[in-house]
Structure formats: structure tokens, C-alpha cells
């Protein structure tokens, strides 16, 4: 069975950071492709990063230049590092990861950016 638990969430100002992690069990992280994506309050759940096994990243355009998604395999584990954050970025924040066994998620972390 695939469980994923994110950790790292909380509340930051403005233009601070936070990273992001995501511990996987029960399968090898490296036979997937890994994502981050958010919902926030009255928004529909976005796609915020993506990770390909094969190393290919994509970004919401919001976050270009700001998050950065990596994977460590050895450890299992999938981050987002998420700089010079804005209160647009207050969402609850998800891992996903895909691949032969079908999709999976984390049960989300909380950011919220404010003053």
C-alpha cells in the first residue's frame, strides 16, 4: 500500500519560505513521477509542480522562478522549496505521485502567508 505524508506547512510572512516534504512508503519513489499542487480557499486545486522520473519540471506560471520541486529516491521523498512567498500562495498544499500502480496523494499541509 502507497502512503504519502506531507510535512513542513505553517504560517509565514511575506516574502519568506518554506520547503515542502513529502515521505513515501511502500514503493520506490523512483518508479514515479512526483507533483505538488494546492487548493486554495475558494479556488479550484492547481497543479504547482510537477517532476518526472526522468527529471523533466513544470511550473504553474504564478510560481516560475520561486518553488522549486525536487525528489531525493535514497530517502523516498519528494520537497517543494518555496521562496518570497505571497498570501496568493495560502492554499492547502498536496504531494501526488503516478506511475504503474495509478495515482496517490498525501492527506495535504497547510501554508498560509501573512502578516
Known amino acids: 500500500q502507497v502512503q504519502l505524508a506531507e510535512s513542513g506547512g505553517g504560517l509565514v510572512q511575506p516574502g519568506g519560505s518554506l520547503r515542502l516534504s513529502c515521505s513515501v512508503s511502500?514503493?520506490?519513489?523512483?518508479?514515479?513521477?512526483v507533483a505538488w499542487y494546492r487548493h486554495g480557499p475558494g479556488e479550484r486545486r492547481e497543479l504547482v509542480a510537477d517532476l518526472t522520473s526522468g527529471g523533466i519540471t513544470d511550473y504553474l506560471g504564478s510560481v516560475k522562478g520561486r518553488f522549486t520541486i525536487s525528489r531525493d529516491n535514497a530517502k523516498n521523498t519528494v520537497y517543494l522549496q518555496m521562496n518570497s512567498l505571497k498570501p496568493e500562495d495560502t492554499a492547502v498544499y498536496y504531494c501526488?505521485?503516478?506511475?504503474?500502480?495509478?495515482?496517490?496523494w498525501g492527506q495535504g499541509t497547510q501554508v498560509t502567508v501573512s502578516s
Open positions: 501526488n505521485i503516478r506511475g504503474s500502480t495509478g495515482r496517490h
Open positions: 511502500g514503493r520506490f519513489l523512483s518508479d514515479y513521477a
